[in-house]
């Protein structure tokens, strides 16, 4: 079961955008907030690169199926989806 979505993602990077926009923050609290924001950045993009994989192999894999049936989407492709 699944404990993160994408919808979870962009939750995550809305919420750190937040941190970065609040102007009530020290410049010490500040440079912490930009060196955790480039780390959430690298893993985003880590984990978009792997919903896009998941994605072309799910649609790949429906090219050539001879069955008729659908490859299942991906779980972290379903928005809101926790399975």
């Keep these: 079961m699944a404990k993160n979505t994408l919808d979870d993602l962009n ?20 440079e ?3 060196a955790r924001s480039k780390a959430v ?7 978009v690169r792997n919903g896009e ?4 192999v ?5 090219e ?4 008729g049936e659908l490859a299942p989407v991906p779980v972290m492709l379903l928005p809101g989806s926790k399975k």
């Design 11 to 30: 939750n995550h990077l809305f919420a750190q955008l937040e941190k970065l926009m609040d102007d009530d923050v020290t410049p010490e609290q500040m």
């Design 32 to 34: 912490k907030e930009i």
């Design 41 to 47: 950045t690298a893993v985003a993009e880590t984990i």
């Design 53 to 56: 994989l998941a994605y072309k």
């Design 58 to 62: 799910m649609a790949h894999m429906n």
């Design 64 to 67: 050539y199926r001879q069955d």
